[in-house]
């Protein structure tokens, strides 16, 4: 494993996605994978994601520069560390992403976000919204 951080370092830069066992709480941990986010190599990068998002005590980065392609499952696997990440108040970054895995990415979280939380759209009719709009401004200048 190559790491170019030391223990003390507030970030772990790491180039393989294996985390060391033992690794103290960092407050970033970037993980650089390399080549096809498909197939085996998609588990095997969801269990160091898990881990980096738990171990890191702020961020994780997830430096997609030397990916070539990424699959639907690691799609998949952006957006539950996403979900991980809220609910351990971490943040996840995700840097060098491509258009194409940043569009299924958005599609994936809406996808999943619907079927937690049910379709998501707008409560009003534009009308009603301009109504309300215009009753504010008249009571602002009464």
């Not at 299924?104 to 707008?122: H, M, Q, T, V």
Request: charged letters at 20%; glycine letters at 8%.
């Amino acid at each position: 494993m190559k790491t170019a951080s030391t223990p003390n370092s507030p970030v772990a830069y790491r180039y393989n996605v294996k985390l060391c066992s033992g690794t103290t709480a960092l407050n970033t941990i970037v993980l650089q994978p390399k080549g096809c986010l498909c197939g085996i190599a998609v588990l095997d990068f969801q269990t160091v994601l898990e881990q980096a998002i738990e171990t890191a005590s702020e961020k994780v980065v997830v430096d997609l520069e030397q990916v070539e392609t990424v699959s639907l499952d690691g799609i998949a696997v952006f957006a539950s560390g996403l979900e991980l990440a809220a609910v351990l108040g971490k943040s996840l970054i995700f840097y060098a992403m491509d258009l194409a895995s940043r569009k299924s990415l958005k599609a994936e979280c809406s996808r999943s976000r619907e079927i937690s939380f049910g379709p998501w759209g707008d409560l009003f009719e534009g009308e009603f919204e301009q109504f309300f709009g215009s009753e504010l401004v008249r009571s602002l200048n009464s």
